[in-house]
Structure formats: C-alpha cells, structure tokens
C-alpha cells in the first residue's frame, strides 16, 4: 500500500478516537455538571413551593429553567448516542450499519428500508468501516433534518470490487453544491457534505450526491475494497 494511502487511513482512525475522547469529555464534563445544575434547581424549586406567601412568578421561572436544561440534556444525549463508539475494531459491517439503521428509526417516527447483500459477510478494513458508518449517519441526518419526509431506503452491495453504500429520500431535495473538480464547494454550511467526501477520499473512494428540488435525494459512496 502506498505510503499516503497508509497516511489517510491512519488519519481516519485518529478522527475517530478523537470523535470518541470528545463524546466522553462531554459526557463526563459539561453532562454531570448540567445534570447537577438541574437537581439544584429542582431543590430550590421544592422550598420556593413551601415560601409563604406563595411565590408564583419564581416558581414560574424556575419550571421555564428546568424545562430548558431537561430539554438540552435529551438533544445532547441524542447527539452522543449517535456518535458513541460503534466499536469498529471488533464488528463487522453489516451488523453496525443495521445498528445505525435501528438507532436511527428509534429515534424517529419513519422507517428505513435496509438492503444489504449477503456476500457482505467478507472482512472490511477498519478505515473502510468508519468512513461509510459515518457517512450513512450524515445521511440519515440529512433525512430527517432537510428531506421533510420521515421514510428512506439504505441499501449496501459489492460491485466490481467496490463497496457501494446508496441512502435515498423522496423528500424535497436540493440543489447540490459540486463536491469535486475546482469549484468543489469549501463552504462552511456544507460541512456535512464536505465531511462525506472527505471520509469517502481519505480511503480512496468517492462521493456522488444526486438531487434536485422536489425529487428527491440519493447519495452513493463507491469504496474499492482491494488491498
Ligand atoms: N436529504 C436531503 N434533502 C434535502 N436537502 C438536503 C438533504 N441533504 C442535504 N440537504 C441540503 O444541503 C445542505 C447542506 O447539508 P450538510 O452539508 O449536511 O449541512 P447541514 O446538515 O449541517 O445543514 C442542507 O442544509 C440542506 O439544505
Ligand atoms: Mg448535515
């Protein structure tokens, strides 16, 4: 293997621990103090609730502040359940993107239709792993966030040596940006779409996103497995 492809694969293994320190810095930091916060304020709130004569209006504020901080730890929950470590090393393919799948319909009202060819049972490089484990979850994100229709299909398959990972919508579709060539998109507000690309390159495959407003969206990630 070529030494810059051994580079790029080595770099998507550290994205990835860095990814999971990050998930568990938040977890054991920000997390722990929110919650502590929460229970104070539910204290304080039990003792206005005693005060003489009633303190309505505080009481008012504090149920506001509560609700705040609940509702924060829950997307903050969400946010880490999707990233929490998919334990690449000792999983295969399939059974992590059925786990995505799965996760992602929990979490969801609508439901994902997963086809995944059987051969898929041969081993896949780690590296290869984590880049389409991501990307499907940038896409499924993509659906639930920008589509404004709740249902997709995910599908996985070998073709000519390639993994192809394909994640469609009937939703409302967009305007793709170009993702290659030189007037590849650079913009901040396609970091999603920036990250799906990079991940795909980093283990020399490629990203095709096919849109178009009212039709729909399909991306595909094409990864060649011969190594
Ligand atoms: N499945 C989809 N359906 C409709 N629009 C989409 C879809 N995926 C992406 N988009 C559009 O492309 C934009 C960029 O996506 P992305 O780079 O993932 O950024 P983000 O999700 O943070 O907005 C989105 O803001 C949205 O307008
Ligand atoms: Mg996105």
Known sequence: MPNRDLAAKRLLAVTEEELQRIVL??????????????SQLTLLRSRISAMQPPA????????????????SLGDIRDLLGTFRSAEFTTRGLGEIVEDIVIQHESFNSGR????????????????VKIALCRILQESLSNVRRHAGVENASVKLWMEK???????????????????????????????????????????????????????????????????
Do not use: W, Y
Request: glycine letters at 10%; aromatic letters at 2%.
């Open 25 to 38: 810095d938040i977890h054991d930091g920000p997390v722990q103090n929110l919650f502590a916060a929460l």
């Open 161 to 227: 040596g390639n993994l192809v990972l394909e994640v469609a919508d009937q939703g409302r579709g967009f305007e793709p940006p170009p993702l290659s060539g030189p007037h590849a998109t650079e913009r901040q507000e396609h970091i999603g779409l920036r990250g799906m690309r990079e991940r795909a390159a980093l283990v020399g495959g490629k990203l095709f996103v096919e849109s178009q407003p009212g039709a729909g969206t399909r991306v595909r990630v094409e990864v060649p497995t011969d190594e």
């Open 56 to 71: 309505d209006d505080c009481i008012t504020v504090v149920n506001r502040t509560i609700n705040l901080l609940e509702s």
């Open 112 to 127: 994902v239709a997963l086809e995944m060819d059987g051969a898929l049972s041969q081993p896949v490089s780690m590296p």
